[in-house]
């Protein structure tokens, strides 16, 4: 699945933004240098919550700063 097809739910000042792409909010915070929250599914199948700083917006993946872990590391956009 390529990003710019994925769709995400984006919370702004109180604002809901519906249907905002995770290409363009990903992009947006590279450019405002922003932290984002992010829902991780793990290959066990459980779900977390992480903090993320994004570096860099890849055609298949990007780059981030985890703050849980306190290290970088790419993720793929699917």
Known sequence: MLLN????????LK???LG???RETLEKSVRHGEVLEMMYLAAD???SKR?????QVG???F?????YR?????CPCD
Request: hydrophobic residues 35%.
């Open 70 to 74: 306190q290290r970088f590391s790419t």
């Open 15 to 17: 604002c809901l933004k």
């Open 63 to 67: 780059r981030a700063y985890f703050y």
């Open 45 to 47: 199948g459980t779900v």
């Open 20 to 22: 905002t792409s995770v």
């Open 5 to 12: 097809a994925l769709q995400t739910n984006v919370l702004y």
């Open 51 to 55: 903090r993320i700083k994004v570096h």
């Open 59 to 61: 055609e298949v993946s």
